[in-house]
């Protein structure tokens, strides 16, 4: 890596905000020695550009000797991201690489196949007289071959091991501040029948302990060993058949790699397994002397250092790792696997002016599973008085769960203002999103986890509310198990983080502006607990905080400034007739059972 050549590979014709003093800070923290450099760089200060700028530092061939990594990865968790990257002209040395199923085969009669189900998955031997011209292969081939390989991290991680994406120079991960929580998504296990093709076939046991589930996954990769061979042995296969010979070649990877984890007793993984109840169907299918019958299994990691290390640490020899809420260094690096003393934190300087990003303090009470009934009714309220109060701007509205958007839905819908109201579903969420930003008027968009990787620049939207504090689910044994080890700090810490990148989702450049309205009391209490861990640029919004004044509730005057505009028909409205009815589900034990529940919320 040559850090000097940070300023010439910088990609945009001039400078803003503090751009220059963030390459420079960069470049010295590399030229120092140090193999990762974190670069904390709040929302607009351009992190693409910034990244495009340290990848064009990766050794170059004719600099390199044969066996030297050259060029540059870019990856990040986003999809949004990676689009944005893909659109974006200044970034066009950026080479995109997707997996298989985000390209269409182009042969006369496989128009509408994705090319992971196109004849070369389906037939053995199969010679495509079109491979040269097929969209995946020609955006892999170019990709592998140029400076700059663009991709998504699980891509990136998929392809650990790859001929074709082999280890490179330099690695730069923005939106990097989940990695740990994303690495632990990707290595998590589930065995259930949605994901197992031959479950109603299995015998499920009890699994009651880590070593019981490791020999249950040593049967089980067996069992996926010997059908995917059958398959093999096949001429040509099914769309269906392809389906399920891949899934049966992710089992077995992920259920070796959890064997061989599990027993290296080097690797400081620590694994946790939950099982559900099994079917009614299933138990009922057991003689009386068999043993009791056991549901889907979920096998979990923590901290799964070992896996970055594989996937993403062994794959370069410099990284950049760029976010707005890398936190604590100390506490990050720990979560990932990294040395602290080769680790560099930069940080770039916020330029939006705090009086264009204001926080608001309109609280009603907690939001734990407890007490939700009672305040929601009192935040769908403040949110009819934010309609009043905005009523020709859009609104976005941070349910955090769909059972909390449901329930403010036919709130507001009683209050008479649903007409100007918009929700979505799991599987409709980026089709309603899209209709919503496309929208004149003023609708307002109840969302459900869209706190990240969203840009409402400008009209898009000016005003938003959280209305439940993120704090992650303390049902799940991994939040648990944390906190039962006293790790609190990063219990608080998680949440602030999802906070912070809520509030940058209204405010995109120096000149927009935007509201945040914080409608949960519990929001308070962790900005107290997590504040050593805040952002100056952050704290100097929480220090202005204050309480505005609000029409008193009036919903006719909420719906009376809306201009219509084009309506559509993708968000959801909250009318009944038309009301789209999305719950999310809960799980089997009682909120109550839990030592936590009159702390925060167990229901997610």
């Known amino acids: 890596m040559n850090p000097e050549r940070i300023f010439e590979e910088f990609p945009a014709p001039s400078y803003r905000g503090t751009q220059e003093r963030a390459l420079r800070d960069i470049r010295d923290a590399f030229a120092a020695g140090n193999d990762v450099v974190l670069v904390r760089a709040p929302t607009g200060s351009g992190k693409s550009l910034l990244a495009r700028a340290v990848a064009g530092c990766a050794r170059r061939v004719d600099e390199a ?44 009669d496989e128009r509408e196949t994705p090319v992971n189900q196109a004849p070369c998955v389906r037939e053995r031997g199969y010679d495509c007289s079109v491979k040269h011209r097929c969209p995946y292969f020609s955006d892999r081939a170019i990709a ?40 632990e998504m990707y290595a998590t296990i589930q065995l259930g029948p949605r994901t197992v093709p031959f479950w109603d076939d299995l015998r499920v046991p009890v699994v009651d302990d880590l070593e019981r589930a490791v020999q249950y996954a040593e049967n089980v990769a067996q069992i996926c060993t010997r059908r ?19 899934r049966l070649q992710e089992l077995i990877g992920e259920l070796e790699w959890f064997v061989s984890d599990y027993r290296d007793p080097q690797s400081p993984t620590t694994w946790l397994v939950d099982q559900s109840e099994p079917s009614s169907a299933r138990t009922e299918r057991r003689d009386e002397d068999d043993d009791p019958a056991g549901g889907p299994l979920t096998i979990k990691p923590m901290s799964p250092e070992k896996y970055l290390q594989h996937t993403v640490w062994d794959r370069g020899n410099k990284f950049a790792l760029l976010s707005a809420t890398i936190l604590n260094k100390a506490a990050f690096c720990r979560q990932v696997g990294l040395d602290p003393t080769t680790v560099a934190l930069v940080d770039v300087e916020h330029t939006f002016p705090v009086e264009n990003r204001p926080l608001y303090d309109v609280t009603q009470g907690k939001m734990t599973y407890d007490q939700r009934s009672e305040t929601t009714p009192k935040i769908a309220r403040t949110i009819v008085r934010l309609m009043q109060h905005h009523p020709d701007e859009k609104g976005l509205i941070h349910a955090h769960s769909y059972s909390i958007q449901e329930r403010l839905a036919e709130l507001l819908a009683d209050f008479g203002v649903g007409d100007r109201v918009r929700t979505h579903d799991r599987d409709g969420r980026d089709a309603a999103l899209e209709e919503w930003k496309a929208s004149d008027g003023s609708d307002v968009f109840l969302s459900v986890k869209m706190e990240e ?34 790790q609190w700090a990063w219990y608080y810490r998680t949440a602030l983080r999802t906070v912070i990148q809520a509030c940058g989702r209204v405010v995109r450049a120096p000149d927009d502006y935007g509201a945040t309205y914080l409608a949960d009391s519990s929001l308070l209490d962790c900005f107290d607990r997590a504040r050593t861990d805040m952002p100056d640029w952050f704290a100097v919004q929480v220090d202005r905080m204050s309480q505005p004044e609000l029409p008193a509730f009036d919903p006719s005057a909420a719906i009376a ?23 999310s589900r809960r799980s089997g034990r009682s909120a109550s059972s839990s030592p936590l529940a009159d702390v925060w919320d167990t229901d997610g």
């Open 228 to 246: 995917k061979d059958d398959l093999l042995a096949q001429e040509s296969l099914s769309a269906a058949e392809v389906r399920t010979r891949d």
């Open 65 to 108: 000797d044969p066996s030297d990594a050259t060029g540059a990865y870019y990856t990040t968790p986003q999809v949004s991201q990676l689009d944005d990257v893909a659109a974006d002209d200044l970034l066009a040395d950026l080479n995109v690489i997707r997996g298989k199923s985000n390209y269409t085969c182009i042969l006369p």
């Open 453 to 486: 990787a969203l840009d409402l620049k400008g009209d898009l939207c000016r005003w938003q509310v959280l209305c439940k504090a993120p704090f992650l689910n303390t049902g799940d044994s991994r939040v648990a198990h944390r906190l039962e080890d006293g």
């Open 144 to 183: 592998s071959n140029r400076d700059i390989a663009a991709m998504t991290l699980a891509y990136f991680m998929q392809t650990a091991g790859s001929e074709v994406f082999r280890k490179r120079d330099v690695v730069v991960v923005d939106e990097a501040h989940g990695l740990a929580e994303w690495a």
């Open 561 to 583: 400034g809306d201009s219509g505009g084009t309506r559509g028909g993708g968000g959801e409205r909250t009318d009944r007739s038309r009301r789209t009815r999305s719950r």
